[in-house]
């Protein structure tokens, strides 16, 4: 089996083997799925060579929130939630942006990614602030992709290197 797939060990335990440039959140319909794969394809071949953890391809037991959870917290640089209806309303879309959340103040804002793909979804209040990368417009992706690509390549300040000010 190979190394960049989450592995089953002892009985029902399951661990992440690599550390990825982003977990890519989407919703279950398959025009969400052929958009995640489309977008994948693009991002982990030359020139950009992401290397992105696909819960749909990475994930043995899909239902393990825990595992969700310290994947996208651990082994994750960023999380890109791609925002359609069908996510909107799927049940791990909270859960995810929970966790995202949850990442320390310091890390949170570069960490997350909203990548639009339907007009009609609103970002969640807690992200609304966010820039998002917009798919919407087909004839963009030259202009968007870049900058996608800048935001998932930007580095991520850890606590310790944060300089906090005294007064």
């Known amino acids: ?55 749909d391809e990475n994930l043995i037991d899909k239902d393990n929130n825990s595992i969700i959870s310290e994947t996208i917290k651990h082994k994750c640089n960023r999380l890109l939630l791609v925002m359609s209806k069908d996510y909107a309303v799927d049940k791990m879309s909270d859960f995810t942006v929970n966790v995202a959340l949850d990442i320390p103040n310091c890390r949170r804002d570069r960490k997350i990614i909203p990548v639009i793909i339907d007009r009609q979804c609103g970002l969640p209040v807690m992200i609304n602030h966010l820039t998002s990368a917009d798919f919407t417009i087909p004839e963009a992706l030259t202009w968007v992709l870049p900058r996608l690509c800048a935001a998932l390549r930007a580095p991520i300040s850890k606590p310790s290197q944060i300089k906090r000010r005294t007064t």
Do not use: W
């Not at 992440?16 to 440039?21: A, G, P, Q, R, T």
């Not at 394809?41 to 819960?55: A, D, G, T, V, Y």
């Open 1 to 55: 089996m190979p190394d960049n797939k989450i592995t089953k060990e002892y009985g029902k335990r399951c661990e992440v083997k690599h550390n990825y440039d982003a977990y890519v959140s989407h919703g279950s319909s398959d025009r969400d799925r052929q958009f995640v794969r489309m977008l994948a394809n693009i991002l982990e071949q030359e020139p950009f060579n992401f290397h992105l953890f696909l819960p």
